[in-house]
């Protein structure tokens, strides 16, 4: 038991570090780009939704686009109006890291973590950020195996086995674990590629799993209400329509979980391709839906939580 917890938590930190590295040399390279796109690009909602999908494919992370976004509109260099793109494109964006993930098969990753632990050594901007990106790649996957060679163990933990059994019978409670621990770890992205190394090993329904995946789209987004405290009502209005777009989308999505897990079974013959095929379209067409309402929904969000200042 104590070996297992202690595999369980090497793996763990090895993911979260190999994700903060990768990020690290994403945004070494590309954040100067990142910051004019976001700040730019939003001239209509379509504009915005461009900038924050792209910044967020970029950037790996839906939870520092959100934080940038809210700081632009703390200084008045965006409105509240002009960030709803960017909620909604973020959302989007967040996927590729899931689609990635779906990949792991063909990813090499001790060849890549060799690769870049050498390029770490090296002195030029360009090919240290590259050896940042691919160590944190390499080792993500390295975790991800390290996960699933473990679940199978893992799972025969009385408090695991009771919590995934009760997936099996009621799904729907995938969202609550998927929030939660989205919350806690402030990451969809790493939420997701857990869950798809439990799906992988069979150990979790595929309801279960896009439930996790939908409720880590709400918990994720603990971090743009923290990064809001202290601003101004703009900014917090920014905050609050992130949680609304993503609760209102997964209360609309839920009773259709029969529905979505029979679809993501006809999009690929690899489970966890299908779990990130599945977030990709619930994700696009939750935006799709909201694009024709995005007037009343700021409305909404201004009448429920203050006018702006």
Not at 24 to 45: C, D, R, S
Request: glycine share 10%.
């Amino acid at each position: 038991m104590a070996d297992l917890l202690s595999l369980s938590a090497v793996f763990l930190m090895l993911f979260f570090l190999g994700f903060q590295v990768l990020r690290t040399g994403l945004h070494h390279i590309a954040f100067h780009k990142v910051e004019p796109l976001l700040a730019g690009m939003t001239k209509n909602h379509y504009f915005g939704i461009l900038s924050g999908l792209l910044a967020t494919a970029i950037l790996q992370s839906s939870s520092l686009i959100m934080v940038l976004t809210i700081s632009f509109v703390s200084v008045g260099l965006m409105t509240f109006k002009q960030s709803l793109g960017i909620i909604l494109g973020a959302n989007i964006g967040t996927t590729a890291t899931g689609e990635l993930l779906a990949f792991s098969q063909f990813i090499p990753e001790w060849t890549l973590v060799v690769a870049g632990a050498l390029l770490l050594f090296t002195n030029l901007k360009v090919f240290f950020g590259a050896g940042t990106i691919l160590f944190g790649i390499g080792s993500v996957f390295v975790a991800l195996d390290g996960f699933e060679s473990l679940a199978p163990m893992i799972v025969e933990l009385p408090l695991l086995a009771d919590a995934i059994n009760f997936t099996h019978l009621n799904p729907e409670a995938g969202v609550i674990i998927g929030m939660v621990f989205s919350g806690a770890i402030q990451s969809s992205s790493a939420m997701t590629g857990i869950t798809m190394s439990f799906l992988n090993q069979g150990v979790i329904s595929m309801a279960a799993s896009i439930a996790i995946v939908l409720g880590a789209n709400i918990g994720t987004c603990l971090t743009a209400v923290l990064a809001a405290f202290s601003t101004g009502k703009q900014a917090v209005l920014t905050a609050m329509a992130h949680v609304w777009f993503n609760l209102f989308s997964v209360l609309i999505f839920l009773p259709f979980l029969t529905g979505l897990t029979n679809l993501a079974e006809t999009l690929s013959s690899y489970p966890i391709k299908q779990l990130a095929h599945i977030a990709v379209l619930f994700n696009v067409v939750s935006v799709l839906l909201f694009l024709p309402i995005i007037g009343p929904f700021e409305k909404f969000i201004i009448r429920f939580h203050g006018k702006t200042g």
